[in-house]
């Protein structure tokens, strides 16, 4: 495919080269090109009706052009390095294959743009834009003139040569630094030049957590996986936030290959809670394998359908190459999953794969546990494991990793009412919260509370006294026994201080065992102490 691709733009630019020579006219009737400058060949032009308005404006063409030549190679890659537009390089791209050079010095300038688009993330419109191009070069070819010479050229590219040879037209400048020398069709930097380029930000699908690229979601079987992946395409293609991160409204493509038609329109119904469906999400139940068609038939839906920047492929399994006899697993699986990177590196778009944990689980390494080689977490951009304590839980571990994203680890509740997964927070939120709510449901807290007020902010006594007084105020025993009821305030000491201000040390007498001192800072209860807390140790009171 790519190298028909080759072949055509071949054909079309040694056309184009051919009507734009030098001393070359062509005849638009016969379509024959004769040389200028020779009586005979104008003799034989005027005879085809080449009317000498044609033959100036042929010429004049020919030098508009020329002045687009830049004077060598090193010129075209000091102002590629400057191009930073879809519009700059589409210029160059074409004006080089259309006027100058070999083929294979074409194929050279071609690979050279393409990997300058890829790095500012612009390639999978530029090639879009190029195909069309292509597709009306065998029309037009016939209409060079001004106009279409300035679409095809660009005219950024004519002020810059003019510029460079025009003294008024640009501002004086310091001669630039002696460049290091690089050997034709590598591609490398130095540090300097790197550290001072003006390169375009990374860009998200769901921002803070989806990046341009190929991630993979990994979790055990039927945990939730495929209801995120159908919330997150709807959320996409609405532009609405997706588990509390805001996105940027893209249209998406979902490859549901585990489903059909009925399940998902379920689905989605449910999700949707009533509202209309949006049109630029689409669903594929059935897609080829990677080497048998995928990429291919990938391609062409994309072209057809340019705003779809998500893909997202549920699952893995299904898509992945068929293993080879003696194949080493980490080179199979870091090849396809290559594959799919460099195929959303190429059109500047993220491809999520839903993928599996195998079956033993390692508890200190969450990506430990995805199922294949390590291959498959080293080729990715990013990763996501849901992780579950149990199956029957309804709160998962949400981690995630990546090389353009910050490593995060977050908790997601399954909503079953919504059919949807909901953001509690980072993990130590929810551990701050659930200390907070065990704080507040402690007996001993609730009994100490009431005494302080009671006892103008002091209490002291033994742990005898502090039992008897649990009965009369929170009706239930605070520990088991004495030992246990001291060890309890020893861990409960932080909390008392940090919710509650209240100081707690002990005295021992000896066989009278331990007395307990308590002192809260504040006087004032009602600051200290909610008002729900209040009110229903003050019933329990009475």
């Known amino acids: 495919m790519q190298e028909g691709k080759r072949q055509i733009f071949s054909l079309f630019f040694r056309i184009f080269r051919a009507k734009n020579r030098r001393n070359i006219l062509v005849d638009d009737t016969t379509k024959r090109c004769y040389t200028l400058g020779n009586k005979t060949t104008l003799c034989n032009a005027k005879e085809r009706g080449v009317s000498m308005d044609e033959m100036k404006e042929t010429v004049g063409n020919w030098r508009e052009a020329k002045q687009f030549s830049p004077a060598d190679e090193n010129d075209f890659l000091r102002w590629l390095d400057k191009a930073d537009t879809e519009e700059k390089l589409f210029s160059r791209l074409t004006f080089w294959f259309t006027f100058r050079g070999l083929p294979a010095d074409q194929n050279q300038r071609y690979h050279l743009v393409q990997e300058r688009a890829r790095e500012l993330r612009l390639w999978n419109g530029l090639e879009l834009k190029l195909r069309r191009w292509q597709d009306r070069v065998a029309d037009e070819y016939e209409q060079i003139g001004k106009e279409a010479f300035a679409a095809r050229i660009g005219e950024d590219y004519a002020d810059y040569i003019n510029s460079l040879t025009d003294p008024e037209a640009a501002p004086q400048q310091a001669a630039p630094e002696p460049e290091t020398a690089k050997p034709a069709g590598v591609q490398a930097w130095s540090a300097r030049e790197l550290s001072e380029m003006e390169l375009p930000p990374i860009r998200h699908v769901v921002e803070g957590l989806l990046p341009m690229g190929m991630g993979v979601l990994v979790a055990k079987p039927k945990l939730g996986k495929s209801w995120m992946v159908l919330d997150l395409c709807l959320a996409v293609a609405q532009g609405e936030p997706f588990l509390g991160f805001p996105t940027r409204q893209h249209g998406t493509l979902y490859l549901a290959l585990e489903d059909g038609k009925s399940r998902m329109q379920t689905r989605l119904r449910r999700l949707l809670e009533g509202r209309p469906a949006p049109a630029n999400m689409h669903v594929m139940f059935q897609a080829q394998r990677l080497g048998e068609g995928l990429l291919e038939m ?51 778009i993220c491809v999520l794969l839903v993928h599996h944990t195998r079956k033993s689980k390692n508890p200190e390494d969450s990506f430990d546990n995805i199922n294949g080689s390590t291959g498959i977490l080293g080729a990715a951009d990013f990763t996501i494991v849901l992780d579950k304590q149990s199956r029957m839980d309804d709160e998962a571990g949400f981690l995630l990793t990546g090389r353009d994203i910050e490593q995060c680890e977050r908790v997601i509740r399954f909503d079953k009412a919504r059919c949807r997964w909901v953001m509690q927070g980072t993990a130590a939120q929810l551990a701050a919260q659930r200390r907070v709510a065990e704080y507040e449901a402690e007996p001993i807290v609730r009994t100490l509370r009431v005494l302080l007020q009671q006892g103008d902010g002091t209490w002291c006594g033994y742990s005898k006294n502090l039992m008897e007084m649990g009965q009369r105020y929170a009706h239930t025993e605070l520990a088991p026994n004495l030992q246990m009821l001291s060890k309890r305030i020893q861990e409960l000491q932080p909390m008392l201080w940090e919710r509650d201000t209240i100081r707690y040390w002990y005295n021992s007498n000896g066989n009278a065992g331990r007395k307990h001192n308590f002192r809260q800072e504040r006087t004032d209860n009602n600051a200290s102490v909610p008002v729900s807390a209040q009110l229903s140790l003050r019933h329990n009171y009475h």
């Open 298 to 348: 990938l391609g062409e839906y994309l072209d057809a359908n340019p705003d779809i920047h998500l893909v997202c492929i549920d699952t893995l399994s299904k898509i992945k190459p068929k293993a080879k006899p003696f194949e080493n697993a980490y080179d199979a699986d870091y090849d396809y999953m290559g594959r799919l990177k460099a195929f959303a590196d190429s059109r500047g």
